[in-house]
């Protein structure tokens, strides 16, 4: 036993035949008096698979990486295979078989996936093998992956990898790693469908295996598809128990999640774009360079008619980023040309595009859509300070300002301290509804909105989708872009695939869309 894993208190036969782990009692408090767990008890299970659910904020995280090693708990008692532990570092939760998968991959690139997998693994056989005979090593782990039900190319690059493979590969790791409980954060949020089928085929496997998996996620229908038992936390502590999913339905799960009944559809007015169809925005030909100077756009063509919500549908790290840069002025084009309501607004300032009747809801909410160190006032009026009626003869107007800002807050929403307050000190849902009150202030005639719900939570999200809507009907073009599929479909009247740069699929009815077919034009195995 390593010297930083202690092993205290035998827990009853009971939980030592049914409970792999058991967790009683946690409670964590941050440095600066935030309360993210207020005594919570969880147990897992030998052999299932068992969904956390729950609003940002409500503790999901902090529980799993308490039980992974990386955070230490206040007060509780955590008991694996009937033994009390403190663990002091996730080396001390791998040693009895407990590993986490995080949201975003931590492979490397440039490595191929069978160093990937062996990379930092302490037995002296392994390193010896990948210091002498790669090959050996990689026919290990082909046969090794094959054998899980987890078959990958050994020899492939990483970064040449799609995402649901790359996630393969970080499960492997842990598997190689002779882990018994699995800890999967967000595992499908920027999956396809056919991928997300084939890690839920695969999740089913290892379960059959004996494996213990946590599926941590915000999405009630996959977490009702796939668990064997569901827990949800709210605000620190465990709002509900479910042993049979069966019994519970997609709605009542988002209800028990946020404490409150959540509207689970919007309603839209007739697609304005069928019929008189202007477009308002289109982009011929374009070619867009990134940052390493190789093309990301390819010759793209797209066309957005007012009155619609366009969605663009793709794995991550096909263009989507360029594409939004170079319409919004924020990146020049190698060729191609853009149009906005009549105007070219190709290689044109930001300024410029903005000024023609354009919104933005940006992806990087702190990096591109707030200044944290300003205020909630100041941020809902950073792009209209100098106009009239905020400023006049160049002097502000403060107490306009705090006028608009209260009604901002109280129309939309936003949970603040105070107007005055640094936005730092706001959640991500009330950082975007604070975005959203700022861009619809504009009275825009064309949103692009580039991941607008990543990361929130079921209600935050639902907020989003209904300004998303409301504007739509008002006769508003919106551009969505998104990874989560599900967003495209409830919200798109039609959908344009993206993939190598390029679109390569249109549809025109959503309703009839057969996934598989839109999955692999995603993963580029149609063109």
Not at 251 to 261: N, W
Not at 373 to 402: D, T
Not at 423 to 428: A, H, N, Q
């Amino acid at each position: 036993m390593g010297a930083g894993l202690t092993m205290q208190t035998r827990v009853s036969g009971r939980e030592l035949l049914r409970d792999v782990v058991v967790m009683e009692g946690i409670v964590k408090v941050y440095p600066g008096g935030t309360v993210a767990l207020r005594g919570v008890d969880f147990s897992l299970r030998y052999g299932e698979i068992h969904c956390l659910l729950g609003e940002n904020g409500a503790g999901k995280t902090t529980l799993m990486k308490i039980l992974a090693g990386s955070l230490r708990p206040d007060l509780g008692r955590v008991v694996v295979k009937g033994e009390e532990v403190r663990f002091r570092s996730p080396a001390d939760a791998a040693k009895l078989g407990i590993g986490m998968v995080h949201q975003h991959f931590s492979l490397i690139p440039s490595f191929t996936v069978a160093e990937n997998i062996v990379l930092g693994y302490p037995e002296e056989g392994v390193r010896q093998k990948l210091k002498l005979d790669i090959e050996v090593l990689a026919e290990e782990i082909r046969r090794f992956s094959e054998d899980v039900g987890l078959p990958v190319n050994p020899n492939a690059l990483t970064r040449e990898l799609p995402a649901g493979m790359k996630q393969r590969v970080e499960i492997l790791r842990l598997l190689y790693r002779r882990a018994d409980v699995l800890i999967l954060d967000e595992p499908t949020s920027i999956l396809t469908p056919l991928e997300v089928g084939e890690l839920f085929k695969a999740l089913r496997k290892l379960k059959a295996q004996g494996k213990t998996i946590v599926l941590v996620t915000h999405k009630p229908r996959e977490a009702l598809a796939i668990a064997d038992r569901i827990t949800v936390l709210r605000r620190g502590r465990v709002a509900a128990r479910i042993e049979d999913p069966g019994e519970i339905d997609e709605s009542g799960l988002a209800e028990l999640i946020v404490g409150e009944r959540v509207a689970t559809s919007v309603s839209k007015v007739g697609n304005l774009a069928r019929g008189v169809r202007r477009p308002a925005l289109t982009v011929k030909d374009l070619y867009v360079l990134d940052d390493r100077g190789v093309e990301a756009v390819k010759g793209l063509d797209l066309e957005l008619y007012e009155g619609e919500i366009l969605g663009v549908a793709g794995v991550v790290g096909n263009g989507q980023r360029e594409l939004v840069e170079a319409i919004l002025g924020l990146r020049r084009p190698v060729k191609g040309r853009i149009t906005l309501l009549g105007v070219e607004v190709t290689g044109k300032p930001v300024g410029e595009v903005i000024s023609l009747g354009l919104a933005y809801i940006p992806e990087e909410r702190l990096l591109r859509g707030v200044s944290t160190e300003l205020s909630v006032a100041e941020n809902l009026v950073v792009k209209q300070y100098g106009k009239e009626p905020f400023c006049r003869r160049y002097l502000i107007n403060v107490k306009l300002i705090k006028e608009f800002a209260r009604g901002a807050v109280r129309e939309y929403n936003i949970v603040a301290p105070d107007i005055n307050s640094p936005v730092k000190f706001l959640s991500g849902g009330n950082i975007q509804r604070l975005i959203i009150a700022r861009e619809l202030s504009l009275n825009p005639r064309v949103v692009i909105a580039e991941q607008p719900t990543a990361g929130l939570d079921v209600k935050a999200t639902n907020f989003v989708h209904e300004k998303l809507i409301e504007l739509r009907n008002r006769g508003v073009a919106v551009l969505l872009i998104s990874a989560d599929l599900d967003e495209i479909l409830k919200l798109s009247d039609r959908i344009a695939v993206i993939s190598g740069g390029r679109i390569v699929k249109v549809y025109d009815c959503v309703e009839a869309i057969d996934l598989r077919e839109l999955s692999e034009y995603m993963l580029g195995i149609r063109r």
